[in-house]
């Protein structure tokens, strides 16, 4: 069992060097957790009370539960993973069966944050891009998939996003084994971590 942690700041490119990695690797090989569904479950507080939570702050996430089910996947158990709803800032009662797999891919802003799930990660992969890009992409994305508006975006990106990003996300990058400037871009980059990847996959 590998495991491997994308970290970098919001609208940086995680993701879509997490799916390059999987498409490298191959979908039967990989299992991709993102830390946007371990959100901490407040349902039982007031809509208008969830919308007022610091969601950039590492309290707001459920970091025992992911450290639990990052524990179990290494152990070659099933897990059943939450989902969260961006929208209602709650979690739904679903949860989605995930099995494990010889490569764990975790991303999100904030996993290098925590030192108990660092300990869990055999590399870490920070996701370096420019301020102004990530911006945008954020916009893009809360407005399209989240149902946000240009004001609310823009509020809680100086109120917190780019706080908590000086806080917690950029000290993070010490943390880091490997950093990729530009995200899915850097085609070098990806390809010199998948390399290593399927390395490990063979001598496993």
Do not use: C, W
């Not at 939570?53 to 025992?64: I, K, M, Q, R």
């Amino acid at each position: 069992m590998l495991t491997i942690g994308i970290a970098g700041g919001t609208g940086s490119g995680k993701t879509t060097v997490a799916e390059k990695l999987i498409e490298a690797l191959g979908p039967q090989k990989v299992v991709l957790l993102s830390q946007d569904s371990y959100y901490a479950d407040n349902s039982r507080l007031p809509l208008k009370e969830r919308e007022l939570v610091n969601y950039d702050h590492p309290d707001a996430l459920d970091g025992e539960l992911l450290l639990q089910h990052l524990r179990q996947l290494r152990n070659h158990e099933a897990i059943e993973m939450p989902i969260y709803n961006f929208t209602t800032h709650s979690r739904e009662q679903q949860t989605i069966a995930v099995q494990s797999k010889p490569v764990v891919i975790l991303e999100g802003i904030l996993i290098f944050a925590d030192p108990l799930i660092r300990q869990e990660l055999d590399i870490k992969v920070f996701v370096d891009t420019d301020a102004d890009v990530r911006i945008l992409r954020r916009l893009s994305r809360d407005i399209q998939e989240r149902g946000r508006s240009v004001e609310s975006v823009f509020h809680q990106y100086l109120n917190t996003v780019k706080p908590m990003h000086d806080a917690f996300v950029e000290p993070s990058k010490r943390f880091a084994d490997l950093i990729i400037p530009e995200g899915g871009r850097n085609n070098i980059a990806i390809g010199l971590l998948t390399s290593r990847i399927q390395t490990y996959l063979q001598m496993g």
